[in-house]
């Protein structure tokens, strides 16, 4: 989701259609520039109005609330996600049962999917839910470091749209980025460490994942591979798109970085999918403090209880209801 926007910044794609939608995400822009507004209300008195230190912690507090409202939506995209890769080893079966019949080996995959109630489409739906809310935060943090005013908070307070422009951090303002290259100064030194870091977090995430979250099956076949291309792949997308982003927009990114590694290191952690690494790490805990175990630990969110610590295999009890008896029936008793 946020990896596509390094790629289309150089690109000149995501101008044409920032501007296309910024009518329709007119709330989301006054949502986000309301939050910042807020926000550096809140740390001037201690840092001061136009400290460097003041925006840096109003960006980072606002990407914090952004990703805290999206936690739901992750969730929905880890469950969706793990049934896909827990029924691959039956799709690959079936590939190779079908694979002369691509109109069989459809109708029997939809028929696997309905069965193991798995949704292609549901794991991409909860990210183009949030891809409109990470569009107007990139946009509205990009256009305040650049003198242009997203959202009405913004719009009627030029001054504090300066007031970003010039602000400073390690002697580099935040509107700065690292191209055009000016030479070896503070501007150079602050942006390479950001996107050295804001890479960094990113390959580590990922790499997380694949090892520690993904059971030996899912590690084989053409998706394994493609996957394996974006674990290098979307870093190097990233270090080349960072060259454009001011240095606001590169602490936003690396202060997404680390919520997305933290989230899912604790998703990983008291939710692993079985048969991977993770998940005999978990059961091994479990049976050292004398816990049940098998099954798999049902991702959920913070708000329905504590994870990992119930049964590993939660099964509704639904009330049973009465047959219907005939009337011959119901006269023997």
């Known amino acids: ?36 507004v807020l926000f550096h209300w809140l740390y001037s008195p201690l840092l001061g109005t136009d400290s460097g230190a003041t925006w840096v912690l109003a960006i980072v507090s606002l990407t914090i609330v952004v990703r805290a409202c999206t936690i739901p939506l992750f969730v929905k995209q880890i469950q969706s996600s793990r049934n896909m890769q827990m029924i691959q080893p039956k799709v690959r079966e079936l590939q190779k049962k079908y694979g002369h019949d691509r109109e069989r080996l459809g109708q029997e995959t ?23 809310v990470f569009f107007a935060l990139f946009q509205v943090l990009s256009g305040a470091a650049r003198g242009q005013a997203h959202g009405a908070w913004l719009e009627d307070r030029p001054d504090l749209v300066e007031s970003l422009r010039a602000a400073t951090i390690f002697g580099a303002r935040i509107s700065d980025q690292l191209w055009p290259f000016s030479g070896i100064n503070n501007v150079f030194i602050v942006t390479v460490v950001l996107i050295l870091a804001m890479t960094g977090t990113m390959f580590y995430t990922q790499l997380q994942l694949m090892r520690k979250n993904m059971p030996p099956e899912a590690l084989t076949g053409p998706m394994a591979q493609q996957q394996k291309m974006m674990l290098y792949i979307f870093p190097i997308i990233f270090a080349v798109g ?60 913070a708000t329905d209880g504590d994870p990992g610590t119930g049964p590993t295999d939660v099964t509704k009890i639904q009330r049973q209801q009465p047959r219907k008896q005939t009337r011959s029936q119901r006269n023997k008793k």
């Open 1 to 36: 989701m946020e990896t596509l926007i390094p790629l289309l910044v150089p690109m000149g794609i995501f101008d044409s259609i920032g501007g296309f939608f910024t009518t329709l995400m007119t709330p989301l822009h006054w949502a986000v520039s309301g939050l910042l």
């Open 110 to 132: 939809m028929k696997l999917y309905r069965e193991e109630n798995a949704n292609p489409m549901a794991s991409c739906l909860p990210m183009l839910l949030m891809m409109p």
């Open 242 to 301: 960072g060259v454009n982003f001011p240095v606001g927009v590169l602490i936003y990114w690396l202060t997404s970085n680390l919520w997305t590694a933290g989230q899912q290191y604790y998703i990983i952690k008291r939710n692993p999918a079985p048969g991977t690494e993770a998940y005999k790490e978990w059961e091994a805990k479990r049976k050292a403090k004398g816990l049940p175990v098998g099954g798999a630990p049902a991702v959920v969110a």
